[in-house]
């Protein structure tokens, strides 16, 4: 039941075949779907390839967490459907995140510092595309994070797949979005190339009032042409001297309930579901020759999140 969960969506991770929290969690949130779930986008993205209350024909009445007969009888019937795309496995996942890596550490850009993007990678799936299962876990499905921001925390509000966590928020994905994406490593990786140069582009020096890195301005950058490197393009540390500069920008402790996002902030950092709100010897971002902090900053998430986020991808950056 477990295995069927997790490639159908529903499970995080761990396949064991012990009953707990995250496997009832999950049952929840295919009951809850089995009731709600009519495949529309909550971002306009398009929607699911089918509606999941399809599956349900009036078996499922109630979100409780039990397995019978009926819950079992939609999971078959799901599983049977070819329309509903089930997530990638490998069969090797070690081997697989291991040539990952190797291509990471390969690969060469004029559009985006690739030192940050492996930052971002070790954060969001800690360099994992695939996860690897320990003792007697055997899950070695696609690594896939799970937002429950709803009030009822087994209702799962998007899904982030493989190593940069590209998010959806419909479900179950499209098969060409399983193709391309999840078992297509280079269009993960492009799809993240795209979004951090879509951050530094759009958000860095955006207009007053609107969405741009408040961050930025309020360390005393006012130029309005983010910087892209302390090194012009052609020079060999251009985009790729990250870790240097992480280093020599020094580093500062940060307090949860005390450290203000920017000097001038009401707000601090505070710990949430997702991060701890205190870290030590955090590289200091207005000490960075480039706007790469900043645009990184809303790779994933916006307010509170995006400043303990920002926070832990440069600690990553000067130690990876």
Known sequence: MQRDLRQLGYLYRWIDGGFGRGTERAVKALQHDLLNNFGESSRNEGDAPVPVVDYNQGRVVDVD???????????????????????????????????????????????????????????????????????????????????????????????????????????????????????????NISKAIEELKDKFEHFVTGPPGGRRADDRFADGRTQRKPLPCKFTEGEPGYLTDCKNCALEAG??????????????????????????????????????????????????GSGVNSYNYQARVLKHLASI
Request: aromatic fraction near 12%; charged fraction near 25%.
């Open 251 to 300: 580093s500062q402790d940060i307090v949860a309930e005390e450290t203000p996002y920017y000097k001038g902030s009401k707000n601090t950092f505070k710990k949430t579901q997702y991060h701890p709100g205190s870290y030590t010897n955090v590289p200091i971002r207005k000490n960075f020759p480039c706007d790469w902090p900043y645009a990184m900053r809303r790779y994933n």
């Open 65 to 187: 967490g039990v397995v019978d007969q009926n819950l079992a009888q939609c999971i078959a019937d799901m599983l049977d459907d070819e329309k509903y795309p089930r997530l990638p496995f490998a069969k090797d996942p070690e081997k697989e995140n291991q040539k990952i890596t190797t291509k990471l550490d390969t690969l060469k850009s004029t559009k985006i510092p690739i030192p940050f993007l492996k930052a971002i990678f070790k954060q969001e799936s800690n360099l994992k595309h695939f996860y690897v299962p320990r003792g007697a876990d055997e899950d070695n499905y696609i690594v896939v994070g799970m937002d429950t921001n709803a009030g009822e925390k087994y209702i799962i509000t998007s899904r982030g797949y493989g190593l940069g966590q590209f998010t959806l928020f419909h479900h179950p994905p499209k098969k060409s979005e399983v193709k391309n994406f999840m078992v297509g490593i280079r269009g």
